[in-house]
């Protein structure tokens, strides 16, 4: 008889031992998933304002690439991310009042794709962060203060080309060139920033330059007919209207054969011989992953460095290279990445 009491003792000890420790396991699988549902509450319902200057393809890979970077950071369109866009279309009056739009869509944060973009947001708000996508020089547009302490409530990522690396370029495929036409808007401070920088870059190289700046697209056509006169070869910093226009240029400086050497990769895919320079894409990806750390409260506009990139991708055209009748030296085809105008990578650069 005691030895069935101790037995029902026993069991009923274990019970209760099961009972509680059953008990603390749901309390803590409870207390992860209510972690869980913290986290993603955290990101969840955030809104970003995208202004994006002008269409053309240059831009249009860096905003998807931001949208690419708020995703890797776990933010999704459609899932805890409302993206509101507008698209300028180069017209001041409109990135004006789609400043203001966005403004009044409560975003959490605005994003400049390129210098005007940028600036009309900043004429509207000094209290919501804004981002710089691909902004040339953000001091020198009058943007932020400083690159390393910007100061204000903006920051972003700066698409500074290397100028110099590109000019040098030119000249190893073109040793017989004389001289550099330099063509840009003149509407545009990005692109004057960088037209000094090219001059200076040229005669470091034995080149002469000379510059001609359009008003507007519509004189972009007779322009290059003049430039293909008097120059070797044609050099385009960053610029919007020239890129928004660059089958036109593309069209009639192969009328004469005449090299352009661009300051970005899509601008090779469309015609243009080479350059050094970002992947337009992975620029947008850094500018998402910045958005998505101001969104997340780990960052704040005034203290976030202005992120530059260190180097640039040496990017030919191998086939308007053979239309032009310019012989790639193998030691720059080696590192190179090259492509066609149709857009498609025909051999990549060596790991």
């Known amino acids: 008889m005691k030895n069935k009491g101790l037995m029902a003792t026993v069991i009923v000890i274990l019970l209760f031992l099961g009972a509680t420790l059953v008990y603390q396991l749901g309390m803590s699988r409870g207390n992860d998933q209510a972690a869980t549902t913290a986290t993603t509450s955290e990101k969840a319902d955030k809104t970003v304002g995208i202004l994006q200057y002008v269409s053309h393809e240059a831009l249009d890979a860096i905003t998807n690439g931001i949208k690419e970077g708020l995703k890797e950071s776990g933010y999704t369109e459609g899932d805890n991310l409302t993206i509101e866009f507008q698209n300028g279309q ?13 403004l009044n869509k409560n975003a959490d944060v605005l994003v400049g ?22 902004v040339t020089d953000p001091v020198g547009a009058n943007l932020v203060a400083d690159m390393d302490e910007p100061g204000g409530n903006i920051t972003g990522v ?30 545009e401070d990005n692109s004057k920033y960088q037209v000094a920088e090219a001059e200076a ?74 350059t050094v320079g970002q992947d337009q894409f992975t620029i947008g990806v850094e500018t998402g992953k910045m958005v998505a750390a101001i969104l997340d409260g780990t960052s704040e506009p005034a203290t976030t460095p202005i992120y530059t990139f260190s180097d640039g991708e040496t990017i030919i ?31 990549s650069s060596a790991e």
């Open 158 to 187: 700066s698409d500074k080309a290397p100028v110099g690396a590109q000019i040098k370029l030119a000249t190893e495929l073109m040793p017989d060139a004389k001289s550099v036409g330099i063509l840009y808007s003149s509407t």
């Open 113 to 134: 794709v390129a210098t005007p973009a940028a600036q009309a947001l900043a004429n509207v708000t000094q209290d919501v962060p804004i981002v710089l996508g691909a």
């Open 317 to 347: 055209n191998e086939e308007q290279a053979a239309f032009l009748g310019i012989t790639i030296p193998d030691s720059i085809k080696a590192d190179a990445t090259m492509v066609n105008s149709d857009d498609a990578t025909t051999s």
């Open 201 to 274: 870059a040229a005669e470091d190289n034995g080149l002469t330059t000379k510059k001609y700046a359009v008003p507007s697209s519509n004189e972009i056509a007779q322009t290059v007919q003049v430039m293909a006169q008097e120059v070797d070869f044609i050099y385009i910093p960053l610029d919007n209207t020239i890129a928004n226009a660059m089958q036109t240029v593309v069209g009639e400086a192969n009328k004469t054969k005449t090299p352009i050497i661009t300051s970005v990769d899509t601008m090779v895919e469309q015609g243009g011989l080479a």
């Open 90 to 102: 180069a017209d001041q009056s409109k990135l004006a009042t789609m400043s203001q739009q966005l």
